[in-house]
């Protein structure tokens, strides 16, 4: 059993940067490939990137180019920075994680763990 939480989120505004953090726990996520998804208000839940155990990434085209996913398995953490944030990055980001080795994982059901979100407001 892995336990996921998220924190970093809150109010910004457009073309600010913010670094979210999830932070795992209950097993060491060495060897599990993660991800970041996001879900606004009325609309299903979305990929933004995931990461495999040896650093690859993949973004989705809404956020590539201005979001970076990195990993510290030192600390168990994984990590979303994302610069030149704009209104319709507002939404509750969640990260997950499953077992995957090289693999990266885009769909939500294709992921075991979650956790709790955080929310990210970007307004003026």
């Known amino acids: 059993q892995v336990q996921l939480v998220e924190s970093g989120g809150g109010l910004v505004q457009p073309g600010d940067s913010l670094t979210l953090s999830c932070a795992a726990s209950g097993r060491t996520f060495s060897g599990y490939s993660l991800g970041w998804f996001r879900q606004a208000p009325g609309k299903e839940r979305e990929f933004v990137g995931g990461?495999?155990?040896?650093?690859?990434?993949v973004y989705a085209d809404s956020v590539k180019g201005r979001s970076t996913i990195s990993r510290d398995n030192s600390k168990n953490s994984v990590y979303l920075q994302m610069n030149s944030l704009k209104p319709e990055d507002t939404a509750v980001y969640y990260c997950a994680a499953r077992q995957g080795g090289l693999s990266i994982w885009i769909r939500a059901d294709e992921y075991d763990y979650w956790g709790q979100g955080t929310q990210v407001t970007v307004s003026s």
């Open positions: 990461i495999n155990w040896s650093g690859g990434s």
